[in-house]
Structure formats: C-alpha cells, structure tokens
C-alpha cells in the first residue's frame, strides 16, 4: 500500500510496572497473564474497529482511522480505552498477594500522520508524524487504571463524555504547554445531532415545503389513516434536522413520539433499532430492575393480550426471571411471533394516541427490523400511526406502491437558503460578502458543511477584513466531514488511486480527460469511476457526446487531494498541465489558469509564471478585473523562486499587467498601485533599457495624478515626452499625461494643446484604436478631458461635442472600461453645464457598466452622481448616501475630485436647506484648495461658495430645476481664464 496523508487517532495502552510483575512470577505464567492481556485487549480494540499496528513489549500500539475509517472514530479510541479499563481492572484475585493483577494506562491524542513503511520494502506500515510520539507522553502521564488524553480530543468529543481536567503539562520534544484530560464514563449522548440539540439548534432553513409535507402527512396519520414517508439524502444535509422539527411542531405536541437509530456497528443486532423505539415506549430507566420493567411492560399490553405474545416481549427486550416460562416454539415461528408482539404493542399504543415512529439511517439497518417494518407495511395504514423512515441513497428502501408510502428527496439547500443559514449561524459576526461568497460555493448547500465550516471560520477569527482565499488556504477540512468521506474511500481498493489522480484534476473532468491521462487502462478506468459513482462520490452526466463527472461536493474533492502525498502529488499536476497542453484541451484556452494552477502545485516554476501571466492578460481583456488581479499576484508569488535574471523580465511583465487591473478594480489611486509601479520602475532600472519604462511611467503618473499630487505628475508625463520622441503612437500617450496634468495646475490653453493633438492623433486614425498596456484609451481620455477644459475656457458646447465624441469612440473600441471612462468625463461636463438630463443618462451608463464588469470605482462615482440628481428630485435622504460614499471615496485613496463631489454635497444640502452642512462642506473643499491657481479646483471652490441655503426657493418634491450653476460659472469670478 502507498504511503498516503491520515487523520489517525492513535491509543498507546501499557502495563504498569511490568519489570516488577516479571521479577514476581515464573516465566510461563508471565507469557500466559500477557497472552490473557493481549487477548482482551484485542477483542475489545476490534469490536470497536481499532486497529493494532504493534505490540511493543507489553505495550500495545493502536490507530483508529486507519486502515478503514469511521465518522466516529475518536468516539470510539475513548469508549475502547474506558472498556479496556474496565475489562482489566478487576483482574486478578487480591486476596491472594501472589496471584497477578493487570494494571494498565492508556494515553490517546489525534491529528495528522503520513502512514507508510518505515523501512522500503517492508510490509509494516506505521502512523509518522508527531501524534504516536504524543500518544506514548500521555499514557506515560497517566496513573494506574487511568486514561490521559489531548486537549484536542476533548475539545472534538467534549459532549459524549463527563471529564476530569487534569491541567496542563509540556511534554517531552513539545514547545508548548499541553491541556490534558481524563475521560471518566459516558454521558449517554450517542450522536452529534443529540449533543447540537443539547447546546441549541440552529435555525432551520429552506425546508419550509418538506415540513409542510410532513405536516400533511401527521395530520393524516392522526385520523386514522396511517403514512409512512421514506426521507432520503446525502449525509449532512438535514434529515435528522427536518425530522426533529415535526417532533416539535405544534400540530404533533399530542403525539408519542418513539426513535431508533440504526448504527454502523448494529448492522448485525437483530432489532436493535426496534429494541430502541420499545425501550423509549416502555419509558425504561437505566436503573430499572427486571421486575419494574415486567411491570410497565404490562401495564402498556391490555389484560387480554396473548400471555404468549407478552412472555415474546419479554425475552426481547431481556426482562425474564426466574419465573418466566418462554413459550417454546420452533426458532422461525417464535421469529414470526415475536415481530407479531411489537407490531401488537405498537397499534395498542396508537389506539390511545397518535404514534409517530422515527427509524433513522437505515441505511444500516439490520434484516430483522426491515423485515418487521415490511411486514407492518399494510398495519400501519389502518392505524393512527405516522412512520418516518431516514437513509443515505445508497440504500434500499421499503418497496412499496402503496398510497399511504411516500418518499421526501432532501436536495441541497438554494444559494439564497445557504446564505441565510450562514448569517444566523454567524449572529453577530460580520460575515463579508466575499466570504460568504465563498462559503457558499465550498459547501454546495450541505447544512452540516455550511455549520461546520461557519464554526471554524468564526474560531479562526473571519471578520469583515479578513481574506477568504487565505482563510480558506489556511483552515483544514472539518475532521467531521474529513472523517465521513475517508470512510468511503477507504473501501474503494483500486478505485482509489483513480479518484485521487481525479482530485488533481478538478471539482469537474471529462472521460476523455481522464483517458488522455494515461495513467489506467480503459477497463480499469471505466471500472473504477463506475465505482465512484455507486459509491455516490462522484456525479456521472452526458453532455452532448461526451461524458461529464464532477466530485458531489467540493469537500469530498479537498479530502481525496489532501490524502496524496507532496511528491505524488507534483507528479500528478504536472502530469495534468503537460497533458492539457500537448492534447489541447479547450480549458486551456479558455481558462489558462487552469495550465497555470497544476504548474505552479507540479513545483514547474518557469511555466508557472507564463502561465499566470497569459491567464491575467486574458482576464483583463476581458474587463475581468478582481480575477486579473489575482492571476497577476499568484504569478508575482511563484517569480520569486526564479533566480535574478531569469526573474526579472517576468516579474517585470506581471506588474505591468497587476497595475491597470488594479486601477480598473479600485480606482488609479488604490492601495497597492504606487507599489507595484514603483518595483516594475526598479525592475527597468536593473533591465537596462526596458521599452516597457514608457508605460510604468504612464502608470505612475496616472497615480499621482488621482492622489492629487499633478507636479509629480506632470514631471512623468514630461519624461513620457522625452521617450516618445521617435514613436508617434506614443506621443498622443505622453501628450494626455501632459496635458490632464496640466489642467490641474490651472494652465488650461497649454492643456489644451496637448489634449488637441492626442485627441487628433485617435480621431484621424480610427484603425489606431488598440488599448495600451496601462488598460486605458489615450484617445478616450483625452476628449474626455478636453471636454472639461474646454468648458472652463468659456466653450461649453464644444465641451459637449468633445464628449460626446469621445462616447463614440469608445463605444467603436468596444472596451467595457473605456466605455466607462467616456461616460465618467461626459457627466462630469454635464453636470457643469448644468444639463440634468444628459447627466442622469451618462451616470446610469457608467453605473450599469460598472456593476457588470466590476469596476467599483465607477459604481461609486456614478452613485454620487445619482444621489445628488435624487436630492435636486426631493428625497432628502440622498444627502447621507452622497455623504457616504464621499467617505467611501477618500477611503481608496482618490483626492483629484474630492473638491468636485463636496461642491456636490454642499449643492445639495443648499437644496434641503441644511446651512450647517453646507457650510462644512464648503470648508472642506477650502482645505483641499492648493496654493496655485488651480481653475479645475478652483471653480468648483468657487461654486460651494456661493451655495447660500434658500429654504424659501425649495423645490416640490419630484421636480428637477436648474440651480443657478449656469449664472455661476458663466461669471469671470468663477474661471480667470473664463470668456463668453
């Protein structure tokens, strides 16, 4: 067997003082008490699915969780090691000081392993890894007839236990202090739906229509006329949950309610499910006596039931004494007589008040209660009996076609179902959209999943700021769901290594896929993922000629991967990626960072990098903004293994494509945009004469200009000139960086100039009309700025000319970010013209834009511009929202029109006559005033100042008028440079 990842909960159990107990006795009775402990101990280690990897000594080595694992599986280490003290300790005759007594200890601690072969070659396959070592320090604390276990194990199996703590300790080759405790019995909880009930249900969600259908159902029951309902799902998906909340519904508060759980290890208890129902009928106490439990036994029969019948039940349910005389009958006939004694007992109840029997996962359901449940199919149908039976697909219900049987399929939960459960499951922790986002996809509408993935988000600390991609790469499985799914793996045998090859892959792959793998014969592989999909692992569809699987969750998918280990795993990636490339799958074209995940996890670095960078261009040019960003990073993370030669040329080309996108997804003055620039500059500097200097510049420039910082800007802009002597595309580029710069420093006619040859430059030659590598459009934004220049220099309806035709441009290019941009210069000159109409249609655009190809600094300029026109309309309230978002603005860093949207805020409180903010926003537009003559900011200072409250000019709500901006701006005062 291949060494492979585990979460194995390993016991270490010893003999206390062995040397003294050798000393003590002959030889052979030494090997005889030791053969008596080993045996012991290995029946109890097997009944509760334990297994011993060595016998050390007198010590013995155990794993649970491997080789097969169970969901319970720490539950059972503990309640093996309480049995094994019990089965021990009264060994031994004290009385007699010769005679041997067994004592022992037992230490227990869980987590992660490599399980393999020690030595190559040798069968013995040992649990690697820092938890045997742990496991054998605890046992060591431990006192006689005692058991020691970790923080950890208490921490995950708290509930089914009563403990004492025992403090903490550091043990041998730990750094920190470890909690230590001792399980002492079990509290009598049996599953994690119990103790959750205990600690307080979660809300229910998106089951409204299923439990209105069991209502029906109980209601239907409660007349006479009896139901049986088959619920089935995957595991997680709420049946415990949905039947739980019938138990508790109102309408059923008069029924008995009875429930048996059928378990992995009753699958050969006969009626164990059966005997649960009865026991919680009978209301048996754990300390009842046998003639207690006789008693109730028949008080719950009438007087004339069979004594045959009654003597049946008695022997079933173990209450015999010395008295009983059991009927003696042939082995099938008392069987048959038996099953007719419960189904007597049961319709007795009902006659006295609804019944509702829950038998949960009969997925594991012995022979014995299914074939009492078929046979009580036709009974229960003429009782007041309501029957709900829980399973897993897998299994095979009660074949019935009768009208009184109906089945519930549990799909998962809707996205907007699962969003809620995350929300009320979270309370007052503020869950951020993108990590709710993220949970979402992860758990695929599993409540189990969303729970226990919430849990572990919350004790990590997942806030509002918090990253979910480095969350979710920092937090492992839930051990819980790690557990369910290990468990089907672990009985696949050859189908195993097909699914986890399959987890390198991708949640979803193709038959094909697979096939051109080469890893497995064509038999073999059809074999195997026929397997997987019995075993309900994988989801098997066609789609047109071809066959589609795709892992049923995504948790099952992290499972299988995080079983492989490092090694095996690269080999996998790289498998996949070169494979891709040389059949040329589609993925590769439309996903290149598909090719570039499985380079980078195949530790292929070179490629790796080439790889994220075509992946990030391809989403930027497809105005996939916040998904180029993260393609660009990814890439700038794996360069850095790249010696520095070979480093810095691609290093250099992913931060020129980081850039735009990180303008383009939060705005040209962003967090992170000066950086990078400023380390593709070095980058330049350490190349030599890089020709991408032009453009890092440009970016550069464009930063500084939106932090409000246009000398520094300008100094770019003029460098762009210098390197765009010899290249006429480049010219119009350096001639907008001039030129905007320019405009802000107030010298309006020069700006002009500039602008008027750039803009040339595009509108002459219209084939030119290629995005630049910054992700704008030179000839886009300088119409767009020659517009407002050209409003300020007193031409208003060229401005709106200009604008419209940098609109039109844009709109030939086709780029979603330069159509945005055309429609953000375009408001802004027409809010200064004082034209609402054309406003409020330039603003919807660049809002709808912006909302679909996320570009959310265009969403929030255009939100202002939409929040002051529903001010000048009446709604008062806009006045918050533009205030807001005004906050909002600064927080990214943008100052180059903060004077511009506070000239806004203050407009508008002028029309709800609020002087006292007016007046602030005056002041704060006062602030931001630069030393120089500064026509682009002074104007709009200019303007607040002149916005007076005028409580008895308010307009009617509903109505747009033109303020008195028109009569403003054409005034000398508002421009030095203005003119009619």
Not at 729 to 752: D, H, M
Not at 768 to 786: D, F, I, K, T, W
Not at 791 to 812: C, E, K, M, T, Y
Not at 873 to 878: A, T, Y
């Amino acid at each position: 067997m291949d060494a492979e990842n585990r979460w194995v909960t390993v016991m270490f159990c010893d003999v206390v003082e062995s040397t003294a107990m050798s000393e003590a006795l002959d030889p052979e009775d030494l090997l005889e008490v030791l053969h008596t402990y080993q045996s012991t101990c290995q029946k109890i280690i097997e009944r509760h699915g334990g297994y011993i990897a060595q016998y050390l000594g007198d010590g013995i080595l155990v794993y649970f969780g491997y080789p097969q694992a169970h969901d319970d599986d720490i539950q059972r280490s503990v309640r093996c090691a309480i049995e094994i003290l019990r089965e021990l300790k009264p060994s031994g005759d004290e009385d007699d000081p010769t005679a041997p007594l067994v004592r022992t200890r037992i230490g227990i601690h869980t987590g992660p392993v490599v399980v393999g072969a020690l030595t190559p070659g040798s069968g013995e396959l040992l649990a690697m890894g820092a938890v045997p070592n742990i496991a054998a320090r605890l046992q060591a604390l431990a006192e006689p007839d005692s058991i020691v276990v970790s923080g950890e194990i208490h921490r995950l199996v708290e509930g089914f236990f009563r403990w004492k703590e025992l403090g903490e300790f550091t043990l041998k080759g730990t750094a920190q202090p470890m909690a230590v405790f001792e399980p002492l019995e079990e509290t009598g909880v049996r599953t994690p739906f119990e103790l959750a009930i205990q600690k307080g249900l979660n809300p229910m969600v998106g089951r409204e229509l299923e439990l209105d259908s069991l209502r029906h159902q109980y209601l239907a029951a409660q007349s006479g006329a009896g139901q049986i309902v088959q619920m089935f799902g995957d595991a997680g998906i709420g049946k415990s949950r949905l039947l739980h909340a019938i138990r508790e519904d109102a309408i059923s508060k008069d029924a008995i309610w009875l429930l048996g759980r059928c378990t992995a290890q009753s699958q050969n208890t006969a009626f164990y499910p059966i005997l649960e129902v009865l026991r919680i009928l009978l209301t048996f106490a754990v300390d009842d006596s046998n003639e207690v439990r006789r008693k109730k036994l028949d008080d719950a029969l009438s007087k004339d039931t069979d004594s045959e019948l009654k003597e049946l039940l008695a022997v079933l349910l173990g209450i015999q004494d010395e008295e009983s005389q059991p009927p003696v009958l042939s082995p099938e006939l008392a069987r048959t007589k038996t099953m007719e004694a419960v189904e007597h007992l049961l319709v007795r109840t009902s006659q006295r008040s609804p019944l509702g029997i829950i038998i949960e996962d009969l997925h594991w359901i012995d022979p014995s209660s299914l074939e009492l449940l078929e046979r009580m199919l036709d009974t229960i149908s003429r009782n007041r009996i309501l029957l709900l039976l829980s399973y897993r697909p897998s299994a095979t219900p009660l074949v019935s076609d009768a009208r009184h049987v109906s089945e519930i399929r549990l799909a998962p939960l809707t996205d907007e179902s699962t969003r809620e459960l995350i929300t009320s499951i979270a309370g007052q922790a503020q869950v951020s959209e993108a990590l709710l986002e993220k949970i979402v996809r992860r758990t695929d509408g599993v409540p189990l999943f969303v729970e226990e993935l919430v849990k572990m988000f919350m004790e990590a600390g997942a806030t509002e700021q918090s990253s979910p991609e480095d969350l979710l790469s920092r937090l492992a499985i839930p051990l819980s769901l790690e557990s369910l799914y290990r468990s089907k793996l672990d009985r696949l045998d050859s189908a195993k290594d097909v699914i986890q090859l399959a987890s390198v892959v991708g949640r979803e792959f193709t038959h094909s896929m697979m096939q051109n793998l080469g890893a497995f014969d064509d038999a073999t592989l059809d074999s195997a993922l026929d397997t997987l999909v019995k075993a309900e692992l994988l989801i098997r569809s066609r789609l047109w000629t071809e066959t589609h699987y795709s892992f049923r969750h995504a948790l099952v998918q992290d499972t299988v991967y995080r079983s492989l280990l490092r090694q095996r795993r690269q080999a996998y990636h790289g498998l996949v990626a070169e494979t891709a490339l040389s059949r040329r799958w589609p993925v590769t074209i439309d996903q290149p960072e598909f090719v570039a995940h499985h380079f980078t996890e195949a530790g292929k670095t070179e490629e790796a990098v080439d790889a994220w960078l075509a992946a990030g261009r391809q989403a930027f040019d497809r105005a996939a903004n916040a998904e180029a960003v993260v393609h660009f990073n990814r890439g700038l993370g794996v360069v850095a293994e790249l010696s520095d030669e070979p480093r810095w040329q691609r290093e250099l080309s992913l931060s020129l494509g980081l850039g735009p996108a990180l303008t383009a997804a939060r705005g040209y003055g962003a967090p992170g945009v000066e950086e990078t620039y400023t380390r593709a500059l070095e980058l330049c500097d350490q190349l030599g004469d890089a020709p991408e200097r032009f453009w890092v510049l440009w970016g550069l420039g464009a930063y500084y200009q939106a932090r409000g910082q246009h000398q520094e800007a300008l100094l770019k802009g003029q460098e762009l000139q210098q390197l765009a002597a010899l290249q006429r595309e480049l010219q119009a580029e350096a001639q907008f960086g001039v030129g905007s710069s320019l405009f802000y420093l107030g010298q309006l006619n020069e700006a002009r100039n500039e602008l008027e040859k750039g803009a040339a430059f595009f509108t002459n030659q219209i084939a030119e009309q290629n995005m630049s590598p910054s992700g704008h459009h030179a000839g886009v934004m300088s119409l767009g700025y020659l517009a407002i220049v050209l409003w300020h220099l007193g031409f208003p309806d060229q401005a709106v000319h200009r604008a419209n035709q940098g609109i039109r441009l844009s709109d030939q290019i086709g780029h979603p970010f330069v159509r945005l941009q055309s429609r953000h210069w375009a408001s802004f000159v027409h809010y200064l013209r004082g034209d609402w109409a054309e406003l409020r249609q330039a603003a919807e655009a660049e809002s709808v834009l912006s909302r679909e190809f996320g570009f959310p600094f265009g969403e929030l300029s255009s939100a202002m511009t939409l929040d002051w026109l529903s001010v000048m309309e009446g709604d008062s309230g806009g006045i918050e929202r533009l205030r807001g978002r005004i906050d909002a603005y600064r927080e990214v860093g943008a100052r180059v029109a903060l004077t511009y949207y506070l000239t806004k805020l203050a407009d508008a409180c002028r029309v709800i006559a609020s002087m006292r903010a007016s007046r602030h926003a005056r002041k704060e537009c006062a602030k931001l005033q630069p030393p120089v003559n500064m026509p682009g900011r002074q104007s709009f200072t200019d303007f607040a100042a002149t916005c007076q409250p005028t409580p008895s000019r308010r307009r009617p709500s509903g109505s747009i008028s033109r303020p008195s901006r028109w009569r403003v701006i054409r005034e000398p005062a508002a421009c030095s440079c203005g003119r009619r």
